[in-house]
C-alpha cells in the first residue's frame, strides 16, 4: 500500500512562510485526489487545501484563500503545500490524505473520504 510522509513543519513568527512537502512512496494510486488538513489541541481536523486527481482542479479553506497554494510533482510522486502569511491560528498538526474521488475533477472537504494518512507534521506560528 501506499505511504505518505510529511516534512517541512516547524516553529515560524506570525507573517512567516513555511513549505510542507508530502511524499507518496509504493504504488502510485490512481484516481485519488490528494488533501490537506490539519488539527489543532481542542479542536475538529479540518480541511486546508486539495488537488483532484486530473490534477487540474483545486479547493482551500476559506480561512487560507490567499495565503496558500497546493501544487504537485507527479514525476516525484509529491505534494506541496505553501503556507505564506501564516498566522498564530493557523498553528496546528499538518497531515495530507489520499482518497478515492468520484470523478477526475472532485475535491473532498470531508475527512472520512479520505483513506490513507501521513503521521503529520507540526506547524506552530508564534506572534
Known amino acids: 500500500q501506499v505511504q505518505l510522509v510529511e516534512s517541512g513543519g516547524g516553529l515560524v513568527q506570525a507573517g512567516g512562510s513555511l513549505r510542507l512537502s508530502c511524499v507518496a512512496s509504493?504504488?502510485?494510486?490512481?484516481?485519488?485526489?490528494m488533501g490537506w488538513f490539519r488539527q489543532a489541541p481542542g479542536k475538529e481536523r479540518e480541511f486546508v487545501a486539495g488537488v483532484s486527481w486530473s490534477g487540474t482542479i483545486f479547493d482551500y479553506a476559506d480561512s487560507v484563500k490567499g495565503r496558500f497554494a497546493i501544487s504537485r510533482d507527479d514525476a516525484k510522486n509529491t505534494v506541496f503545500l505553501q503556507m505564506n502569511g501564516l498566522k498564530p491560528e493557523d498553528t496546528a498538526i499538518y497531515s495530507c490524505?489520499?482518497?478515492?474521488?468520484?470523478?477526475?475533477?472532485?475535491?473532498?472537504?470531508?475527512?472520512?473520504?479520505?483513506?490513507?494518512w501521513g503521521q503529520g507534521t507540526q506547524v506552530t506560528v508564534s506572534s
Open positions: 509504493g504504488p502510485t494510486p490512481s484516481n485519488d485526489a
Open positions: 490524505a489520499l482518497g478515492w474521488q468520484r470523478s477526475p475533477w472532485a475535491v473532498s472537504v470531508v475527512a472520512n473520504d479520505y483513506n490513507t
